[in-house]
């Protein structure tokens, strides 16, 4: 058996690219890099590497995190700067033994050193958009922030050893040194190969608070299916958020389990990408349903066109 998941429909290019790495048996490990570096290649995508917003002051500061759920290796890098694939250092860093966690200028002299593609990660798009909310923030006073789409992937091989990767540019306007979720293990992401893995996307200031790809996974292991891990460890910590904090921010989970079964919950609408030995590479829906469960639905025509249009609709 193998499989992989993703977050958002941009994942489905990398995921059709890894999905052959999986069908000729090649590791997990190379699917994840493999599908997240198409992520954070690809101009038109706005919270991801090359073309990703950047921070108030205009740089694109990224955060990106490894994990091989074979040996627990974990390797990430927050706040990293014109480095053109945070994953693969993030996938790198899981191989020291110390200083496997790089911030800021660190990070960024470690990738150089190490001989990492180097790339100013300001596209001209993605600087016009900031330009432009800066100036809708100074005349409206309007709050930056919203929801966060991070690239998430699970995999599973046919050796039946698992890894996961995040990759993200993070908030639009963020501040300078802001840091989310994705690169915390437990909180955007987690993966053990004798039971599965997860990862996040949302609002990382509260899917921290929640640790819900540990959760999820922790779930998983005490016999949940990957479905009612995620149901239960998103819309449970949803509530509880809501009735202790006042209030909850986007969030959207993925699963997968040794087996190469999957699950995901969320409380937005929330794309994701799926293929498996038993499954065709495809898109789905997700939204949250009634009494904590979660309503998935293949993804229309109509929706794949309007979100063309809507990425490369000009600025
Ligand atoms: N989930 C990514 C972030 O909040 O930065």
Same mark, same amino acid.
């Given at each position: 058996? *193998?499989?992989?998941?993703?977050? *958002?429909?941009?994942?489905?290019?990398?995921?059709?690219?890894?999905?052959?790495?999986?069908?000729?048996?090649?590791?997990?490990?190379?699917?994840?890099?493999?599908?997240?570096?198409?992520?954070?290649?690809?101009?038109?995508?706005?919270?991801?590497?090359?073309?990703?917003?950047?921070?108030?002051?205009?740089?694109?500061?990224? $955060?990106?995190?490894?994990?091989?759920?074979? +040996?627990?290796?974990?390797?990430?890098?927050?706040?990293?700067?014109?480095?053109?694939?945070?994953?693969?250092?993030?996938?790198?860093?899981?191989?020291?033994?110390?200083?496997?966690?790089?911030?800021?200028?660190?990070?960024?002299?470690?990738?150089?050193?190490?001989?990492?593609?180097?790339?100013?990660?300001?596209? $001209?798009?993605?600087?016009?958009?900031?330009?432009?909310?800066?100036?809708?923030?100074?005349?409206?006073?309007? $709050?930056?922030?919203?929801?966060?789409?991070?690239?998430?992937?699970?995999?599973?091989?046919? #050796?039946? #050893?698992?890894?996961?990767? +995040?990759?993200?540019?993070?908030?639009?306007?963020?501040?300078?040194?802001?840091?989310?979720?994705?690169?915390?293990?437990?909180?955007?992401?987690?993966?053990?190969?004798?039971?599965?893995?997860?990862?996040?996307?949302?609002?990382?200031? $509260?899917?921290?608070?929640?640790?819900?790809?540990?959760?999820?996974?922790?779930?998983?292991?005490?016999?949940?299916?990957?479905?009612?891990?995620?149901?239960?460890?998103?819309?449970?910590?949803?509530?509880?958020?809501?009735?202790?904090?006042?209030?909850?921010?986007?969030?959207?989970?993925?699963?997968?389990?040794?087996?190469?079964? *999957?699950?995901?919950?969320?409380?937005?609408?929330?794309?994701?990408?799926?293929?498996?030995?038993?499954?065709?590479?495809?898109?789905?829906?997700?939204?949250?349903?009634?009494?904590? +469960?979660?309503?998935?639905?293949?993804?229309? #025509?109509? *929706?794949?066109?309007?979100?063309?249009?809507?990425?490369?609709?000009?600025?």
């Amino acid at each position: 058996m *193998w499989g992989m998941i993703a977050t *958002w429909r941009m994942a489905h290019d990398g995921v059709l690219a890894a999905k052959e790495l999986l069908e000729g048996q090649a590791s997990c490990k190379d699917a994840v890099e493999t599908a997240i570096k198409a992520v954070e290649d690809y101009p038109f995508y706005k919270s991801v590497g090359y073309g990703g917003l950047p921070n108030e002051r205009g740089i694109v500061e990224m $955060d990106a995190a490894f994990m091989d759920g074979e +040996t627990f290796k974990i390797g990430a890098v927050a706040g990293i700067t014109d480095v053109a694939n945070p994953i693969s250092v993030a996938r790198q860093l899981s191989d020291e033994k110390f200083n496997s966690f790089r911030v800021g200028q660190g990070a960024t002299e470690y990738a150089m050193l190490a001989g990492f593609e180097r790339k100013n990660m300001l596209t $001209d798009r993605a600087k016009k958009i900031w330009e432009k909310r800066l100036a809708e923030i100074a005349a409206s006073n309007l $709050d930056p922030y919203d929801g966060h789409d991070t690239v998430g992937v699970v995999a599973l091989d046919t #050796q039946q #050893q698992m890894a996961v990767g +995040t990759s993200s540019s993070g908030l639009f306007m963020k501040k300078q040194g802001r840091v989310g979720d994705s690169p915390l293990s437990g909180s955007g992401f987690y993966v053990d190969s004798t039971i599965g893995g997860a990862a996040a996307t949302g609002l990382g200031e $509260d899917l921290m608070k929640g640790c819900l790809s540990y959760e999820i996974v922790r779930l998983m292991g005490e016999g949940l299916s990957p479905q009612a891990a995620c149901d239960r460890a998103v819309y449970g910590f949803e509530e509880r958020l809501r009735k202790r904090y006042g209030k909850a921010g986007a969030f959207s989970l993925i699963a997968l389990d040794k087996n190469g079964v *999957w699950g995901v919950a969320t409380n937005v609408e929330f794309t994701f990408s799926v293929a498996t030995a038993d499954q065709e590479a495809a898109i789905y829906m997700a939204n949250p349903g009634p009494d904590q +469960t979660t309503v998935i639905t293949p993804i229309t #025509q109509e *929706w794949l066109d309007a979100y063309e249009a809507r990425i490369k609709a000009p600025v």
